[in-house]
């Protein structure tokens, strides 16, 4: 595995920031654009008010839905998995076993939005993930607090509590920029304004299966 540049925050649970390497970045894109017209589209399975919302994997267990495919080659999917296993390794989560549930891009247009909301793949603990593949050059007015800017961000909201504690963290959005956490992290994206340009994100969900009894306390 190469090494993996890397940040963390912590509300509540750990939120892991990676860069990704621009090869990959690159393919996804490509594959993205290139494949488009032939991409399954993922919107009657997702909560987002977003038009243009197409897979790139699928291997859950609700076929009935969604057929299981892969359009992503093996340097990409193993790339994800060094992700998430170091992610688990740096939070020190004993005994687990993982597997990559589903791949999406969204292709965000103006005055579109992703309301609050948890994942879930085939099973109810995983890891949810966000990379940045594309930024509109404005995300148009704010019409309320300018010093305080929500248009087109992603806001992740944790669970910790006390006096000092950090209850919800809006990073700065740069391509390449890749965000992990849990599936039971609430999160949104709010809505924008002011361009006719899109905002391009992949998100990933990836099943962790783990015996919880086995991961109590800091040992």
């Known amino acids: 595995m190469n090494t993996l540049n890397f940040d963390y925050y912590y509300l509540g649970q750990s939120i892991g920031k990676y860069q990704v390497p621009l090869d990959i970045f690159d393919s996804i894109n490509h594959i993205y654009e290139t494949k488009l017209s032939k991409l399954e589209p993922a919107n009657k399975q997702l909560i987002g008010k977003i038009k243009n919302e197409h897979s790139l994997l699928y291997n859950g267990n609700n076929e009935s839905e969604m057929k299981r495919h892969n359009e992503l080659p093996k ?79 992603l806001e992740i909201m944790g669970s910790s509590s006390g006096q000092f504690a950090k209850m919800d963290y809006r990073p700065p959005l740069n391509v390449r920029d890749f965000y992990i956490f849990p599936y039971d992290m609430r999160h949104c994206v709010y809505p924008f304004n002011g361009t006719d340009e899109t905002r391009r994100t992949l998100a990933a969900n990836c099943d962790v299966q783990f015996d919880p009894t086995k991961n109590r306390g800091l040992a």
């Open 75 to 153: 340097n990409i999917t193993n790339y994800f998995e060094d992700v998430y296993k170091h992610y688990l390794d740096v939070n020190k989560v004993k005994g687990y076993k993982f597997s990559i549930s589903s791949i999406w891009v969204n292709e965000m247009k103006k005055h579109e939005y992703n309301p609050v909301h948890i994942h879930r793949g085939t099973l109810f603990t995983g890891l949810s993930s966000v990379m940045i593949l594309k930024l509109p050059n404005t995300f148009g007015k704010e019409y309320s607090v300018e010093d305080s800017p929500t248009n087109g961000v």
